[in-house]
Every structure is written in structure tokens, then in C-alpha cells.
């Protein structure tokens, strides 16, 4: 049973232009979202979170935007650079002191 | 180095033994998780801690595995009678409110 779900395993974005990342997730419990970003052979790297009494969080090139009601979040990344190729996992929570549950991942592919 | 601290970075060893994994969690953090990663696969919750005390373990972890967190500070992780199934990267991550902080790993390869 999959709580936290990326449907896309692989996104392709031209340097320079906008990534969106999509994740889903069905446990209505869920009230806090994280991105993380990992590159091979290290541990996930924590990006940008939201809370759900927020819509949308923003930190330099990465906005995450959260529609409760559609039970959906996004990662933008604008622009895209070569160094934002890696693989993003969505994760999320049941309130702040609960497990956080991840995704299986995207991997983001930025070309030249 | 003030990051979480994962002991061994890579461990083989043959199936039926015991292999131990020690994490060592950013000093103010109370809360440790463990969490395992195969190919392909997003980290897989295994269990937690606050401070000492183990508040969850995961239905997925078997009889054969234990961590503890014995004064509030490092974890261990064991597992005993490895079988080949349990190849996997074994992450370890610590948090103070809700942003966990991830180590490098522990890559364990049962041959």
C-alpha cells in the first residue's frame, strides 16, 4: 500500500527551463510534505517542505506547491541547471513527531 | 563534521551471518530513524526513535533485525542470519522537529 506516490520515474528538462515534479498521496492523516534530492552513492538531501495550512512554499529556485483537496504536490525548479540532475523523493508525514514515508522517486535529467 | 555518521560505509558478508550498523545522529536531534533503500526504490521506513525509546517499527522488519539507541545518542542496527534479500543501502537519518537529516549510508552486500 503506497501512501506517497511518483508516477513519472524520469523527467528530461532543457538546462534553463522549468522542472515540475509530481507526487500524489492518499493518506488523508498526512499534514506535513518534504522534497528531498539525492545524488549516487550519498544519503537524500532535504530541499524545501510544506505544511498543509500553507499552499505553496518558496525557496530560491524551488517552490512546492500543495493542492490538499486533489491530495497533490509539486516541486518547480526554475531555472534548471546541470546540478539539479539527481533523483527527487517526496515524503510526508502525519503530523510533525510521526515517520515520514517516501516515494519511490524521479529521477531528473537536465540537458545541455 | 557535524552531520549524521554512518559505520561501516560498505559491509559484505556471507548469509547466515550477523552484521551490526552504527549511526551517529547530529548531537541536539532527538529523534533517529532507520530506513532501508533498494534499487529503484524510494527509502523504506524501518523504525524510530525519540531520544531512547523505539516508538514504531515497520511490519517490514522481521524478527531477524534490532536497533537500539541505548542512551539517547548513537544507534545500532542489527541483523542476524543475514539472507541475500537483505542487500540493500541502510540509512540512517535524525531530526529535532520534522526535517530529517540524512548520512551516507550503509551499503550491504549478503553474498
Known amino acids: 500500500d503506497q501512501q506517497v506516490k511518483q508516477n513519472s520515474p524520469s523527467l528530461s528538462v532543457q538546462e534553463g527551463r522549468i522542472s515540475i515534479l509530481n507526487c500524489d498521496y492518499t493518506n488523508s492523516m498526512f499534514d506535513y510534505f518534504l522534497w528531498y534530492k539525492k545524488y549516487p552513492a550519498e544519503g537524500p538531501t532535504f530541499l524545501i517542505s510544506i505544511s498543509s495550512i500553507k499552499d505553496k512554499n518558496e525557496d530560491g529556485r524551488f517552490t512546492v506547491f500543495l493542492n490538499k483537496s486533489a491530495k497533490h504536490l509539486s516541486l518547480h525548479i526554475v531555472p534548471s541547471q546541470p546540478g539539479d540532475s539527481a533523483v527527487y523523493f517526496c515524503a510526508a508525514s502525519a503530523n510533525r513527531d510521526d515517520k515520514i514515508i517516501f516515494g519511490k522517486g524521479t529521477r531528473l535529467h537536465i540537458l545541455p | 563534521d557535524t552531520g549524521v555518521s554512518q559505520d561501516p560505509r560498505h559491509k559484505i558478508t556471507k548469509r547466515g551471518q550477523n552484521v551490526t550498523f552504527r549511526c551517529d545522529p547530529i548531537?541536539?536531534?532527538?529523534?533517529l530513524y532507520w530506513y532501508r533503500q533498494t534499487l529503484g526504490q524510494g527509502p523504506e521506513f524501518l523504525t524510530y526513535f525519540q531520544n531512547e525509546a523505539q516508538l514504531e517499527k515497520s511490519r517490514l522488519l522481521s524478527d531477524r533485525f534490532s536497533a537500539e539507541r541505548p542512551k539517547g545518542s548513537f544507534s545500532t542496527l542489527e541483523i542476524q542470519r543475514t539472507e541475500q534479500g537483505d542487500s540493500a543501502m541502510y540509512l540512517c537519518a535524525s531530526s529535532l522537529v520534522t526535517e530529517a537529516f540524512f548520512g551516507q549510508g550503509t551499503r550491504l552486500t549478503v553474498v
Open positions: 548531537s541536539e536531534h532527538n529523534r
